[in-house]
């Protein structure tokens, strides 16, 4: 069982910057898509950003496009998650994850019931 750990969660203000990492047990490149989801109190889980190994392209979801980068590093089999111009309605915990499989569908990438490996979650919160 894979395990994922996320780490550079925090307290930032308004407008700050924040790189989230996620560190994997074992091989990122077998998983057939990864990214970040996260959690506020009382909302659902949201995709954040992700890729498919089969899609050269990076999704982000709306509320983050243009602000937050996704990124990785097979060799390190590590994520990350470059968070710009942060507002208060970022704050949530925020997850990594991989979902195993040879294929992806594009509208599973976007459902966080499709993941089957979830890390423990680091608690990012934006003050205003």
């Known amino acids: 069982q894979v395990q994922l750990v996320e780490s550079g969660g925090g307290l930032v203000q308004a407008g700050g910057s924040l790189r989230l990492s996620c560190a994997a047990s074992e091989r990122i490149d077998r998983y057939s898509a990864m990214g970040w989801f996260r959690q506020a109190p009382g909302s659902e889980r949201e995709f954040v950003a992700g890729?498919?190994?089969?899609?050269?392209?990076?999704y982000y979801g709306s509320s983050v496009k243009g602000r937050f980068t996704f990124s990785r590093d097979n060799a390190k089999n590590m994520m990350y998650l470059q968070m710009n111009n942060l507002k208060p309605e970022d704050t949530a915990i925020y997850y990594c994850?991989?979902?195993?499989?040879?294929?992806?569908?594009?509208?599973?990438?976007?459902?966080?019931?499709?993941?089957?490996?979830w890390g423990q979650g680091t608690q990012v919160t934006v003050s205003s």
């Open positions: 994850v991989l979902r195993a499989g040879h294929r992806t569908i594009l509208s599973a990438l976007f459902d966080a019931n499709s993941y089957d490996h």
């Open positions: 890729i498919r190994l089969t899609d050269p392209k990076t």
